[in-house]
């Protein structure tokens, strides 16, 4: 009882926070003016011009011409290099609400082994064979106050995710072994090079019916964890970007201890599109107070492919995982994994 009371109440101030930031944010709505910059029918434009309205200046000379059929733009989808780049005069006469927004403003971790996503890998474990680790999830937009843009999106976004990742032992007639449920809600935020999110998610652990046949003397841990979450991002460049979080149970069971922090690297190529794609590489460590605070480490490498319009991101690649057991069932086990599949982002 005391537990439903604790994720009650966590979960009444995160509705809280999110609503307060609505508030906020409508109080700038004055100011934000989608500008319009298409023309009404087809004309010139000088570099003078783009630099009014963009970035940088894209021609080699003040006096070039653009092409008629070419409309003036902004490259928002562009990270800049540095933050004397940024125009927030313009990004903010952008600004505006949408419902179901098109890409993330906090994108989720290439590494991170409990980020919710579609996945399905095939992995050796290490004095043991084959297991399937495999997860239907996903993060997607609910409300944006912000820029319109799916791969670079400048402002605030509410963001929903969810996902239940299982492992099948496919030595043991596909019986399925454990599944880890989470569902969260994420207050996220995006300027220029800066990423930020704020929370909550609850991650509850299930031991499979087949397994427990399998070994009748297993005692079963109810693993739960009601957490606030904050988190931070810096893209270091186009491509590359440097992460860390904090996560606090307020209501936590089975072992399952306060704190949890998260920490890694990722090398994402922006512009991976159409079919020739790019290599990616990640990099990911979590600690967790349980058990006396243990660590794991996940490292994923391989090619991707990116929707030009969605920045949805499609990869296939190999993963080496070593630390605590993936399935948080299994806790006090240890386990390294080594193996290959494909992963799904939103």
Known sequence: MRTLELRVVLLGLTLNILVGQCECLNSLSGLARAAD??????????????????????????????VADEPPFVEFDRIPPDDSEYN?????????YEILPAG??????????????????????????????????????????GTPDAVNPQGWQLDMEGGAQARVDPQQESDLEAVDFRFGLLSTWRFSRHSFKAGYYHLSSHIGDEYLIRNPKFNRTNYV??????????????????????????GAE??????????????TPLRAYGFRGAPFFGINGHTREDF????????????QWRGEQTNHLFRLGFQYYTGPAIQWEFVGRNETLCGAGLWFDY
């Open 225 to 250: 964890r009601d957490s606030a979450v904050v988190g931070y991002t810096f893209d270091m460049t186009e491509d590359m970007s440097v992460y860390g979080e904090v996560g606090y149970a307020a």
């Open 104 to 145: 993330l403003m906090y994108r989720s971790y290439l590494a991170g082994e409990k980020e919710p996503r579609f996945q399905s890998m095939w992995l050796n474990e290490t004095g043991r064979g084959l297991v399937w680790e495999t997860q239907l999830g996903g993060r997607v937009g609910l409300l944006r106050y």
């Open 37 to 66: 910059f298409a023309l009404s029918k087809p004309q010139a434009a000088t570099s003078k011009q783009l630099v009014q309205i963009g970035f940088e200046q894209n021609a080699s000379d003040a006096n070039d011409v653009l």
């Open 88 to 96: 927030f005069d313009e990004v903010r006469r952008r600004m505006g």
């Open 254 to 267: 089975g072992g399952a201890k306060p704190l949890e922090f998260q920490y890694g690297y990722q090398y």
């Open 292 to 303: 006396n605070w243990i660590t794991s480490v996940n490292t994923v490498a391989g090619w």
